[in-house]
């Protein structure tokens, strides 16, 4: 197994050294810089929102359980709130290197392939990033109109979670594309 020196080596495969920066001028690493400050918020909302939703939840079996009366509204908040939390999670994923991925394939080959299949990657990604934005605001007008069965919430603001979360993670996938994240085979391994 080698040492933790080598992979910290700039000659180490995919591993980024410490004078690593985002592609480009100064103005593309302050854009980077606004989706990073932009994912942290969003970032502390999901986890606040995550908490609240667990203390509903809570609340939830304990009103159906114990007191025999189960709140009707609860069951409707958590499930939209979750899917907002989803589309509005997955960008962030994308910027930190979080959602799965197959990575051997690129390790193993050499340099000029992997930057191809990296750059194929992102573009695949971007596809369908735009196409999942333009799709959503198709949907936000095939659901006007229509009202959710217990809360009679808007159904389009339901929906609305569709090309919102496709479009922060479409703006994430372009960050990654100019400043990738740090995380690879070799540094989750140790």
Known sequence: MPSS????????????????????????????????????????????GLGVLACLGLAQVVSRYVLGAPLVWSEEVIRYALIWT?????????KKGLLAAVEVVSQLAPAAL??????LSIAVC???WAVLLVYGIFILDAVQ?????ALEMSMPLVY???????GIALLNTLAVAVDPP?????????
């Open 182 to 190: 740090e995380h690879t085979l070799e540094t989750a391994m140790d």
């Open 5 to 48: 020196s080598h992979l910290n080596s700039p000659k180490a495969v995919g591993t980024p050294t410490a004078e690593a920066k985002p592609w480009g001028g100064k103005l593309v690493r302050n854009l980077v810089g606004i989706v990073d400050w932009f994912n942290a918020a969003v970032l502390f909302v999901l986890s606040m």
């Open 145 to 149: 109109g229509m009202s959710s069965g």
């Open 86 to 94: 989803v589309f509005l999670g997955s960008g962030v994923a994308i």
């Open 160 to 166: 609305l979670a569709i090309p919102v979360g496709a």
């Open 126 to 128: 971007c596809a369908f």
């Open 114 to 119: 992997r930057k191809a299949l990296v750059g």
